[in-house]
């Protein structure tokens, strides 16, 4: 099991103990346990035959190390089983819906021992769940809402969910001891950078998936992966099953000669292919999963990369992030196609956190993460005051974390080190922090953090009193949705956007797998009215910077390029822009 696995189970194990009224004590220390795993560089399987240092990280104690052991031992924990056996698995399911907590399952239980999603929907709909304490008509709407919102989304993840699951799949087939294997590739909706995933499609090729003895010995290899639930179907070159997390995973085993037209094929979008289909049969061929034909004698022409099919339409080659039939393909014949935003071209991370509020590194640990990836300069970002939970700054603190910033900066060499603030825009518009605080800072990104139900208008003029403060460089996760959680607050986008141009504000693009806010289709709006764009991680830990690379694929599939990212500048030139001079 890897971290986020263990963290997880710790993670249902405090709700499942809050559920059943334990200790508030004992509940923190698996709400700890996990929040420390999951933030931990080093996986817990590595470390799980070395007690004494699993011990010395925080958060883990004797207790705790007792259950992990249990845990790689036997598979599982016993308060989880436990809790499971006496609620039900369904419980669990429960704990997805917004607004639906372990103390108003706790209620729920405790009048009705209902413990699944379709009897709680039951109970909202009969006007019994308003009749619980603290409950009320209004809330039992809300409820019933989530249940809907829920359903609709159901069944999709997040990207970094799909491409962990892929680069282990990648890893055991690749090790596999039958031999023969060459490539094993994502396609679909996470080779195009969607920003969530259904099915995951792996495609696997080499000598090994050509013989009929051999493709066999690879599958029962196959059905072999650790996480593999149950098996949905089986042939000769392909395998359909369910992880343990819920995701289907498709296997394709193909002969190398076949790899590219499969690729593009199972790549997508459906859209993408209708459209070349129909490019192909105007040019006298034929284009499915197996090759590019023609239709005259039937003989292949192209499929062993993606390339020369391509090539044979007479287009330029289309990354698959912009395969989705929006220009891309006429774009490609008349050899319009941008050049795409590579992460290579990002020179700076500017949103980040330590512990200052929130965040689990120093600015030290932080800036020297960001220089071991190359960064010419990155930025100190903490939160204001008004997120209290985060332990945000006051006035007094920013100005004294401004100073420890600067001396870190003077000591280190190679990367330049911004100090900057991520300070509340307030229910009227205002900013947390004073001005003459916000005006000794490099950059100050401006985040709604809260208030998300205000009205439109009150949203939109919420946002534009923010962005006309001389102080504000860039707005922080400009829509505030979460994926798959939290849909976005309403607001007048374009006026918005017009707004950032006329004051010379960038917009973020939040890298982080459940925000990437803003999406694919408010950037190509970004981008054609002229807004420039910052891609951050809005990283918490060290390990967090990694995920830039998400941010930057969804700027791929907004054609983006990197005149149109701000931290794509030299850091003369980025510290000019968030002084408003680009």
């Not at 559920?19 to 999951?38: L, T």
């Not at 304490?133 to 159901?154: F, Q, S, T, V």
């Not at 099919?309 to 330029?316: F, G, R, S």
């Not at 693009?509 to 009215?529: E, I, M, T």
Request: glycine residues 6%; hydrophobic residues 40%; aromatic residues 6%.
């Amino acid at each position: 099991m890897d971290n986020k696995s263990i963290a997880t189970l710790l993670y249902e194990t405090a709700a499942l103990l809050e559920i059943d009224g334990q200790d508030s004590f004992r509940v923190r220390s698996y709400r700890n346990a996990a929040e420390a795993i999951e933030a931990l560089p080093q996986q817990i399987a590595d470390l799980i035959g070395e007690p004494k240092k699993l011990l010395a990280i925080q958060g883990i104690g004797k207790g705790m190390l007792a259950n992990l052991q249990m845990l790689f031992k036997d598979g599982h924990i016993e308060a989880h089983a436990e809790l499971l056996k006496k609620y039900r698995p369904s419980m669990l399911e429960l704990l997805k819906i917004q607004g639906l907590g372990p103390k108003t399952i706790a209620l729920i239980w405790s009048a009705y021992q209902v413990s699944d999603l379709e009897g709680v929907e039951k109970l909202a709909r009969e006007g019994k769940i308003r009749t619980l304490p603290r409950m009320g008509e209004k809330h039992e709407l809300k409820l019933l809402k989530a249940i809907e919102d829920y359903r609709r989304i159901a069944g999709r993840f997040l990207l970094d969910t799909a491409e962990e699951l892929a680069e282990k799949l990648k890893e055991y087939l690749l090790a596999s001891p039958t031999g023969g294997i060459e490539k094993v590739t994502p396609a679909g909706s996470l080779r195009r950078g969607r920003e969530t995933v259904g099915d995951l499609d792996i495609l696997v090729t080499g000598k090994g998936c050509i013989e009929a003895e051999s493709r066999q010995k690879l599958i029962q290899y196959l059905l072999q992966f650790p996480g593999l639930m149950d098996v949905i179907a089986q042939g000769e070159n392909k395998v359909s099953f369910r992880h343990r997390n819920g995701m289907q995973v498709d296997v394709r085993l193909l002969p190398p000669e076949s790899f590219g037209a499969a690729m593009q094929y199972f790549t997508g979008s459906k859209a993408h292919n209708v459209a070349l289909r129909q490019r192909a049969l105007k040019m006298g061929f034929t284009l499915n999963e197996y090759s590019l034909s023609s239709i005259e004698d039937d003989k292949p022409v192209a499929r062993r990369t993606e390339e020369e099919i391509y090539a044979k339409l007479k287009l330029d080659f289309i990354p698959p992030e912009l395969r989705e039939n929006l220009g891309e393909i006429e774009a490609a014949a008349a050899h319009t196609l941008p050049d795409l935003i590579e992460l290579s071209d990002i020179r700076g991370d500017v949103h980040m956190h330590t512990v200052e509020t929130d965040g689990r590194n120093t600015i030290e640990e932080m800036a020297e993460a960001a220089r071991s990836r190359g960064y010419a300069y990155m930025a100190i970002t903490d939160h204001s005051k008004n997120l209290a939970f985060a332990n945000g700054l006051t006035d007094e603190r920013a100005l004294a974390h401004i100073e420890r910033i600067r001396a870190v900066g003077k000591k280190m060499q190679d990367i330049r080190i911004f100090a900057g603030i991520e300070v509340d825009i307030l229910g009227d518009g205002s900013l947390d922090l004073s001005d003459s605080v916000l005006e000794q800072m490099d950059l100050v990104i401006a985040s709604v953090h809260s208030q998300f139900n205000q009205d439109r208008t009150t949203m939109t003029d919420r946002l534009l009193k923010a962005i006309a403060n001389p102080n504000t460089s860039l707005i922080g996760h400009p829509t505030g949705r979460l994926l798959l959680r939290r849909d976005a607050y309403q607001f007048d986008l374009d006026a918005v956007l017009k707004a950032a141009v006329k004051h010379k504000v960038a917009m973020e693009l939040n890298s982080y797998p459940d925000r990437l806010d803003l999406s694919d289709v408010h950037l190509r709006l970004a981008k054609q009215l002229g807004v420039k764009i910052v891609i951050n991680t809005d990283s918490h830990h060290t390990s967090h910077m990694e995920k830039l690379h998400y941010g930057v694929t969804q700027a791929r599939r907004a054609w983006l390029t990197k005149d149109d990212v701000l931290n794509a500048l030299p850091a003369r030139q980025f510290a000019k822009a968030m002084k408003h001079d680009w």
